[in-house]
Nanobody, 122 residues
Framework: VQLQASGGGLVQAGDSLRLSCVAS????????MGWFRQAPEKERDFVAA????????FYADSVKGRFTISRDNAKNTVFLQLNSLRPDDTADYYC????????????????WGQGTQVTVSS
């Protein structure tokens, strides 16, 4: 499956953004979809994921209550709504696809899109 992320940008603290990731190739609805982020000089961290049918979502503690992941299987797209953004949310955000159960580690995701940059100014 090929993934294409978009929607990043430069915003101020407290603002919102909506990231999108469109999939092509093998059946999108077969995969759990995740979002990760990587700040400069830092490791790639789990942000959120949603199961294949969209019935279950899970989040990193740092984004709970502020970020929301959703998907539209008819449009082969997964979304990440980012609210109440903070400067420490600044990173490149990546979408990824996994066949694993409850995947939270990068190695559990064999398919990755390119990053979309989110910069939050104070």
């Amino acid at each position: 499956v090929q993934l294409q992320a978009s929607g990043g940008g430069l915003v101020q603290a407290g603002d919102s953004l909506r990231l999108s990731c469109v999939a092509s190739g093998r059946s999108f609805s077969d995969y759990t979809m995740g979002w990760f982020r990587q700040a400069p000089e830092k490791e790639r961290d789990f942000v959120a994921a949603i199961t294949d049918t969209g019935t279950t979502t899970f989040y990193a503690d740092s984004v709970k209550g502020r970020f929301t992941i959703s998907r539209d299987n008819a449009k082969n797209t997964v979304f990440l709504q980012l609210n109440s953004l903070r400067p420490d949310d600044t990173a490149d955000y990546y979408c990824a696809a996994s066949s694993s159960w409850y995947p939270k580690r990068p190695y559990e995701y064999p398919y990755w899109g390119q990053g979309t940059q989110v910069t939050v100014s104070s």
